[in-house]
């Protein structure tokens, strides 16, 4: 499919972005590598999210991988000898990473991961911080730790069993195997299983629906899907009340009503 749209800056031409209507596209593009993510790819992660976080005319994010082989499958391992060579760059290397996860994690906007082929280790995380997964019939995914002799923080164990459970996020990490896309929507993996040929369709058709509600509603659902994922101890509850008391506020609610009674469809403006 044709992508014309509006291309936004980035750090390394390893990520694009680019502006299709109300739709941010992010395409991880490292396809020799099966796109997997580099050092100035997270950088550059952060960058566009910041961007599209607080553009008005995005409404919904869609990160994708450059081809048909892979969504992403990892870290990029021949950057390490030269980024990660001592515990300097490896902290800062980790750090980079996490803060693009964190980002990602915590955008205002939803975000949809569209996933061909391969996704693995890094490349799942990235999937699991997104709010929503769609799949072709041909994804794979591993998180391949124990197979590497890797430890794997907390966190990053957490926000697999939040989707999939413990029983099931032990199976992955255990085994350390390659899960067929039936299996991963059989676990709660992914939210839809589409044929290969119509993935992209399936996505963007999805993510129009989404674009289509009202703005503050869906923001404000995200912040309490943010705050649910934290202990209950850390959670800002008070920001998830006010955020739904602007949208009894907002014109927007005004609109929903007056598009209901009028028996059309509402156009919302975010505000």
């Known amino acids: 499919m044709n992508h014309p749209g509006t291309a936004l800056p980035s750090l390394t031409d390893k990520l694009?972005?680019?502006?299709?209507?109300?739709?941010?596209?992010?395409?991880?593009?490292?396809?020799?590598?099966?796109?997997?993510?580099?050092?100035?790819?997270?950088?550059?992660l952060t960058l566009v999210l910041g961007a599209y976080a607080n553009d008005?005319?995005?409404?919904?994010?869609?990160?994708?991988?450059?081809?048909?082989?892979?969504?992403?499958?990892?870290?990029?391992?021949s950057q390490f000898k030269e980024k990660r060579s001592s515990p300097e760059a490896v902290a800062h290397?980790?750090?980079?990473?996490?803060?693009?996860?964190?980002?990602?994690?915590n955008c205002p906007k939803p975000t949809i991961a569209m996933i061909r082929g391969f996704c693995i280790g890094g490349g799942t995380g990235i999937a699991v911080s997104c709010d929503i997964r769609i799949a072709a019939e041909d994804a794979r995914f591993a998180v391949p730790a124990a197979k590497l002799g890797l430890?794997?923080?907390?966190?990053?164990?957490?926000?697999?069993?939040?989707?999939?459970?413990?029983?099931?996020a032990a199976e992955i990490f255990y085994t350390g195997r390659q899960f067929n896309a039936q299996e991963a929507l059989q676990m709660n993996l992914i939210n839809r299983l589409v044929p290969?040929?119509?993935?992209?369709?399936?996505?963007?058709?999805?993510?129009?629906?989404i674009?289509?509600?009202?703005?503050?509603?869906?923001?404000?659902?995200?912040?309490?899907?943010?705050?649910?994922?934290k202990g209950s101890a850390e959670r800002d509850l008070a920001l998830c009340q006010k955020m739904v008391d602007d949208c009894y506020e907002s014109d927007d609610y005004k609109e929903g009503q007056t598009a209901f009674m009028e028996?059309?469809?509402?156009?919302?403006?975010?505000?």
């Open 211 to 229: 674009s289509n509600n009202a703005p503050l509603t869906i923001a404000s659902v995200k912040r309490a899907l943010v705050e649910y994922c």
């Open 56 to 77: 008005s005319e995005v409404r919904v994010i869609i990160l994708k991988g450059e081809g048909e082989k892979a969504f992403v499958a990892g870290a990029d391992i």
């Open 263 to 271: 028996k059309r469809k509402p156009a919302f403006k975010g505000r």
């Open 16 to 44: 694009i972005a680019r502006k299709e209507g109300s739709i941010g596209w992010i395409v991880f593009n490292n396809p020799a590598r099966h796109n997997a993510v580099s050092l100035e790819m997270w950088e550059s």
């Open 151 to 168: 430890g794997y923080r907390f966190a990053g164990i957490k926000r697999l069993a939040d989707i999939v459970g413990p029983s099931f």
């Open 93 to 105: 290397y980790n750090a980079t990473a996490d803060e693009a996860g964190e980002v990602l994690r």
């Open 196 to 209: 290969a040929g119509e993935l992209e369709r399936y996505t963007l058709d999805y993510a129009n629906t």
